[in-house]
């Protein structure tokens, strides 16, 4: 299988990733539970998030994503959110966010068509399932994956099947005193 990044023919949006991952590969627990994120001690640590949601014009997720935000109490961000669902809506919603989110059945590619006809040129992918068919469209162009010292064993991969290679380049790699790691890559076009 032959993938396609950032193809002259087709400019379109640039898709970049921002996520942690246990050292085992996984995003999230099962229940899609983050919990083991909140026993790292790296209070004080900047890993670059503001200055990334800056630099993003809107983000792109799946269910199990925003069900995991909309756990957090306060909504996080200020850009507009595309959810990727079948089965949700907007009213499903707080009353206080059905303004601030939209739900798609699109495809990747129709979404990406959609996301750069209505002006969005950098789009944060976030969510294991939706990193992972986004890679696999080839709207991927880099990734920023901050390792956390834990082995969870099970849970909900960052990186699934992918159907053939995808070439990395690397960097940087970026240690912090709580042990967490920093690696930034960009996918390397066909």
């Known amino acids: 299988m032959t993938y396609k990044f950032n193809c002259e023919e087709e400019p379109m949006p640039t898709g970049h990733v921002m996520m942690a991952m246990s050292l085992d590969g996984f995003v999230a627990r099962k229940d899609h539970s983050l919990d083991w994120l909140n026993k ?9 998030f503001n200055v990334f949601m800056d630099s993003i014009d809107v983000l792109v997720m799946g269910t199990g994503s925003l069900k995991t935000v ?4 306060e909504w996080p961000y200020s850009k507009p959110v595309v959810v990727l669902s079948q089965s ?11 303004t601030r989110i939209e739900f ?8 990406w068509k959609t996301l750069d006809q209505r002006g969005f040129n950098r789009v944060y992918v976030d969510g294991g399932a939706v990193v992972q068919s986004f890679i696999k469209a080839g709207y ?28 990395l380049d690397l960097i940087s790699a970026t240690p912090f005193p709580s042990g967490m790691v920093d690696l930034d890559y960009s996918v390397k076009n066909e």
């Not at 790292?40 to 670059?48: F, I, L, M, R, T």
């Not at 909309?70 to 109490?73: E, I, T, V």
């Not at 949700?88 to 059905?98: I, K, S």
């Open 40 to 48: 790292q001690p790296a209070s004080g640590e900047d890993h670059g």
């Open 88 to 98: 949700m809506t907007t009213e499903d919603l707080p009353d206080h966010l059905r």
């Open 104 to 111: 798609s059945t699109e495809t990747p590619q129709e979404l």
């Open 140 to 167: 991927v162009q880099d990734m920023k994956i901050t390792i956390v010292p834990i082995l969870l064993g099970d849970g909900i991969r960052i990186f699934g099947q992918n159907g053939g290679d995808i070439d």
């Open 70 to 73: 909309l756990g957090f109490g």
